[in-house]
């Protein structure tokens, strides 16, 4: 790391003063998946809350399909993960983002 960079990250004002170059406003396919309508200061709190409600409904998921197989047994179980799957796929499929109560007005 050259002087100029130690330079340039110690008058930084801001943390986006940091990241600047050629991957600064580089376009991604999930960049319409991001939080949009949040405070600056709010982002890692929504950030971490969705983290944590997905780990939630996985954890939360597997368990209802262990259940389903325990009594069921197995080929009921994969059957039941089979179709939860496809109901995941539909609705990824037919939601799109921005479609919600909190669309901005171009969605």
């Given at each position: 790391m050259g002087f100029s960079t130690v330079l340039r990250f110690a008058h930084a004002a801001e943390?986006?003063?940091?990241?600047?170059?050629?991957?600064?406003?580089?376009?991604?396919?999930?960049?319409?998946?991001?939080?949009?309508?949040?405070?600056?200061?709010?982002?890692?709190?929504?950030s971490s809350m969705l983290n944590a409600v997905q780990t939630l409904g996985g954890s939360l998921g597997l368990a209802m399909l262990v259940a389903v197989a325990s009594r069921s047994g197995m080929s009921l179980g994969f059957t039941a993960g089979a179709v939860c799957a496809g109901v995941a796929l539909l609705a990824a499929l037919l939601i799109r983002p921005g479609s919600g109560a909190n669309a901005g007005p171009g969605a």
């Open positions: 943390p986006e003063q940091l990241f600047t170059g050629q991957w600064q406003s580089r376009p991604t396919k999930l960049d319409e998946y991001k939080p949009s309508g949040l405070r600056r200061g709010d982002a890692g709190a929504a």
